[in-house]
């Protein structure tokens, strides 16, 4: 239980970056369109955020320093304001989206409408935003969030054939009918989500919360290594699903009631039921994974004092941010706007994002002032490179994909 | 410049690598501010600087307002640029460790003002995460206000 207990961080960190509200009905669309044509995109995103958060860790658990801090020091100020405008755009959408989310999974449950449960979920993030101690926020939100793992029982469940999932996935198998920019679209969609600039940001400032030191990095590389992949097999747990019972019937994804049917057919409701609490427990995770996120982005730019191990007091600036953009989350539900759509165009945010973010890790990851014997090895630095070509691509493509395809319509 | 004290070997200190955009703690360990500039001593500008003159030095860390200016240009008046002394600087290493209390200084009023007006006023703004045994080492050298 305590090695479980142990990489909560990693498994938190990994659900509110590939299992959010939007990722989770992203990846059904992309089974029921695609198949498990782009599996490999996920396979891809899941190996880049393993190398970035990895090195995020070292540096956060060595030098004691956090991701954003890095930002401002090694690109100045100007690259970093705009990394920061364009990441607490990321943060602020993605958290409504998932105040939404955590209130349309009540939705399902209760059958009241989300829009009434919008502030109670507000509510229950902040107070344990306020009060709830880090170590018992990361356990509880990642251990239930495990309940998502019903989608690959589900997938068992539904008994589909292996061979020709496993046909879907290699390359070149694509499924003919979707246009090839929109297949890029997803790409590049998936790839950001699996990358969310948010994850390394909370990931590093997690490992400070915990006042992680030289002596954890083998925790910080558990974190990594068990999180990512498990986020990662679970989302194509999801497009499975999807491409097992939507993909052939043609029924196509529009919100999260759809991303459940699979789930009814193979498990009936107790799977349901599961899955309905691993949702809640996901997107309240993402809830406070961005919510902290957009808090210690701004706080470290700045050097304002952060964290929760400080009483809120002793974090004053730090704990009003939050609630701000809490009651902005809030508003902005309010006006009626579909939660699913609002993380879709966050996608924009992270073209501008993506690089800035990851390029500066990689320097100091290299800084022997901050990792004496700890800086990356040549291997690890010629994959990262490899990677800030593909995050370098992926975020030129990704507006004009979006533009093109009419954000994959 | 070379930086170096107690007679150690001088060591390179590039501004824009060491110091600038550098997190500023306080006594205790405390974030307190970001190098958002540094201020020199009196360069006369647009005139012949003799000779003999003696080079600039750092005189003051400056943070606050003077971070939009160093991004879009121009310069705040003076009344609004929040210095720390460069001789309050103790160490320069991944951070610059300051040997004043950040209570003490103009540029964490709005900290300050927002504790003492809306968070320090809400119930449980002042209560203290609870402690185990190897909770976090910041929290040891501080306690609770």
Redesign the interface.
Same mark, same amino acid.
């Given at each position: 239980m305590k090695r479980i207990l142990g990489v909560a961080l990693g498994i938190l960190t990994a659900i509110g970056g590939f299992l959010d509200i939007g990722d989770m009905v992203t990846n059904a669309v992309v089974g029921s369109r695609f198949g498990l044509s782009l599996a490999w995109v996920v396979v891809v995103g899941v190996i880049g955020i393993c190398v970035f958060a990895q090195m995020s860790g070292r540096v956060a658990a060595v030098? @004691?320093?956090a991701t954003f801090?890095l930002i401002? $020091?090694r690109l @100045?100020?100007?690259a970093?304001?705009l990394n920061l405008g364009a990441s607490f755009m990321i943060n602020l959408m993605t958290l409504t989206a998932e105040i939404g989310g955590v209130a349309l999974a009540l939705q399902l449950v209760s059958s009241v409408s989300y829009l009434l449960w919008v502030p109670f979920a507000a509510l229950a993030v902040w107070l344990v935003i =306020?009060?709830v !101690?880090?170590s018992v926020m990361e356990n509880v939100a990642g251990l239930v969030g495990l309940c998502l793992i019903g989608f690959a029982v589900a997938l068992f469940l539904l008994n589909p054939d292996w061979g020709e999932l496993g046909r879907q996935a290699l390359p070149g198998a694509s499924t003919s009918t979707e246009k090839v920019s929109t297949y890029w679209f997803y790409a590049v969609a998936l790839f950001g989500a699996a990358m969310t600039p948010y994850e390394v940001f909370f990931f590093s400032s997690g490992a400070v $919360? $915990? @006042?992680w030191?030289t002596k954890d990095l083998t925790r910080s590389r558990a974190n990594v290594l068990v999180g990512f992949p498990l986020g990662g097999l679970l989302s194509l747990a999801i497009a499975g699903c999807a491409a097992v019972v939507l993909l052939p019937q043609l029924i196509s994804v529009t919100a999260l009631s759809q991303v459940m049917l699979p789930v009814a057919l193979a498990g009936g409701k107790m799977l349901i039921a599961l899955i309905i609490l691993g949702i809640v427990a996901a997107t309240a995770g993402a809830a406070l994974e961005t919510t902290l996120s957009a808090g210690y982005t701004i706080?470290?730019? #700045?050097?304002? %004092? =952060?964290g !929760?191990?400080? %009483? %809120?007091?002793?974090a004053?600036?730090f704990? #009003?941010l939050m609630i701000i953009c809490l009651i902005v989350g809030i508003g902005t539900l309010m006006t009626g706007v579909d939660p699913i759509q609002v993380t879709e165009i966050s996608v924009v945010f992270s073209a501008v994002a993506l690089p800035l973010t990851y390029l500066p890790i990689l320097i100091v990851a290299n800084d022997p002032?901050?990792l004496g014997e700890h800086v990356n090895g040549h291997a690890l630095n010629g994959i990262a490179l490899i990677y800030l070509v593909i995050i370098l691509a992926a975020a030129l493509a990704a507006i004009p994909l979006l533009i093109i395809t009419g954000a994959g319509q | 410049m070379t930086g170096g004290r107690d007679g150690q070997a001088a060591r390179w200190l590039d501004a824009?690598l060491h110091l &600038?955009?550098?997190? *500023?703690l306080d006594v205790h360990g *405390?974030?307190?501010?970001?190098v958002?500039d540094l201020e020199l001593s009196d360069v006369p500008v647009g005139q012949r600087i003799p000779v003999d003159a003696p080079p600039p030095v750092i005189t003051a860390l400056l943070?606050g307002p003077v &971070?939009a200016t160093?991004?879009f240009g121009g310069r705040p008046p003076d009344s609004r640029m929040q210095r720390t002394p460069w001789t309050a600087v103790v160490e320069v290493? *991944? *951070?610059i460790k300051l040997a004043v209390d950040q209570d003490t200084r103009d540029v964490a009023w709005? /900290?300050?003002w927002?504790?003492d007006h809306?968070?320090?006023r809400?119930p449980?703004?002042?209560?203290?995460? /609870?402690r185990e045994p190897?909770?976090?080492?910041?929290?040891d050298e501080r306690g609770?206000?």
């Open positions: 030098s @004691g320093r801090e401002r $020091e @100045g100020p100007r970093a304001v =306020w009060r !101690k880090f $919360e $915990e @006042g030191t706080a470290q730019f #700045l050097g304002w %004092p =952060w !929760k191990f400080r %009483p %809120p007091a002793q004053a600036r704990h #009003l002032e901050y | 824009q &600038l955009d550098r997190q *500023v *405390v974030p307190m501010a970001v958002d943070s &971070l160093r991004i290493g *991944v *951070v709005t /900290e300050r927002v504790r809306i968070i320090g809400i449980g703004g002042r209560h203290i995460p /609870e190897n909770d976090h080492p910041e929290n609770g206000s």
